[in-house]
């Protein structure tokens, strides 16, 4: 079936610096790319996504870009703040379908 | 606008029980998704409701079923209980399920003893 491999599963990154997460999917046919944050103890949110028309897409320090051609999109979040701390999930669908979900990133920043 | 309401919150049930968990989505929202989370794990789709149609589903046995009611809210069904259906269940509503933004609600907390 339709998978989307997210990498990597913890990512530890000193405040201030630069973090990046990849997701690679499998269908071909996949229009919608959303990236979800979920803090502990909290529901996901979405942070930001793109579709399948746009490159990149940024707002403010968090980035996302997206290669059609080799099927994978990333997340950059840059000047990275204590607050940046939680899990991330990407995600990929066609319209009308249901997302497929990345494992998650745990990501650490440490001061 | 009121965000997707989930309840109750917190359920604990013995093995071999029934339970029932509802959502109900942002208003005008047609779509709900159902979600099974374990404790570092990632996000287990179960199913989804579209204008009271299951229109997607995931690879969960039958004793997890779901419906949709006119007015768009959902309901959760899991019979026969297992040890291993312990979890956070996460509903997400939005507004038609195509390749839009999921709003989540904040979930209900499953525990089977």
């Known amino acids: 079936g339709e998978n989307v491999e997210q990498h990597p599963s913890t990512l530890s990154v000193q405040e201030g610096d630069s973090a990046v997460i990849k997701c690679t999917y499998s269908d071909s046919a996949s229009n919608y790319f959303p990236w979800y944050k979920q803090e502990l103890g909290k529901r996901p949110q979405l942070i930001i996504d793109i579709r399948s028309n746009v490159g990149e897409k940024k707002d403010q320090r968090i980035a996302v870009t997206l290669n059609k051609t080799a099927k994978h999109f990333s997340l950059h979040i840059t000047e990275t703040q204590p607050e940046d701390s939680a899990v991330y999930f990407c995600a990929a669908s066609r319209s009308n379908y249901q997302l497929i979900w990345g494992a998650g990133t745990k990501l650490i920043i440490k001061p | 606008k009121a965000g997707v309401t989930q309840t109750p919150r917190y359920l604990i049930k013995t093995r071999g029980q029934q339970v029932t968990l509802s959502c109900s989505p942002i208003?005008?929202?047609?779509?709900v998704s159902w979600y099974q989370q374990t404790p570092g794990q990632g996000l287990q789709f179960l199913f989804e409701?579209?204008?009271?149609?299951?229109?997607n589903k995931g690879n969960f046995p039958g004793r997890f079923s779901g419906r949709q009611f006119s007015n768009s809210r959902s309901e959760m069904n899991v019979s026969t209980l297992e040890l291993g259906d312990s979890a956070l269940y996460l509903c997400?509503?939005?507004?038609?399920?195509?390749?839009?933004?999921?709003?989540f609600g904040q979930g209900t907390r499953l525990t089977v003893v």
């Open positions: 208003s005008g929202h047609r779509s």
């Open positions: 409701y579209f204008s009271e149609t299951q229109r």
């Open positions: 997400a509503s939005s507004p038609s399920g195509a390749s839009g933004e999921a709003f």
